[in-house]
């Protein structure tokens, strides 16, 4: 049985939770990424995603050099690097989660993504199962007019 750590991602772009909003953006830019961890050292605090940029950092009227510590999600699902990737891919589809902080001793050791489960053609089903249960439940969903 695979583990989480057999296919999380290991090179995480992570910033300080005195790091601004201006920069934790330029780096989900230039990264391409819409995910960010915030750690103290190498524990996890919370993350930040680009919609909380959006909704808590700007539309917040909160300007570019505010901290990230005040736009961060705490408290975000982790999940363990021993976790078997069944078990990964019922909980991101249970909590409609995208991407999930792995943690060992509240110290980030990875990520692990729907495109992580996806890449591995033997998880593709899991990926689909988890992608369709997050997209399915968003009952407010208005398509652009």
Known sequence: ??????????????????DSLYECAILM???DIGFVPVLDGRK???VVTDRDLVIRGYAG?????EKVAKTMTEKAETISPHLSVDEA??????????RLPVVENGELVGIVSL????KRDIFASEA??????????NE???PYQ
């Open 128 to 137: 689909g199962v988890a992608l369709g249960a997050i997209a399915g439940s």
């Open 44 to 46: 996890l605090l919370g």
């Open 29 to 31: 830019r230039d990264y």
């Open 89 to 98: 891919a019922a909980l991101m589809a249970s909590r409609q989660i995208r």
């Open 61 to 65: 009227k909160h300007s570019g050099s």
């Open 1 to 18: 049985m695979r583990k989480v750590a057999d296919i999380m991602s290991r090179d995480c772009r992570c910033v300080a939770p005195d």
């Open 140 to 142: 407010h969903f208005v």
């Open 115 to 118: 495109g992580d489960l996806a």
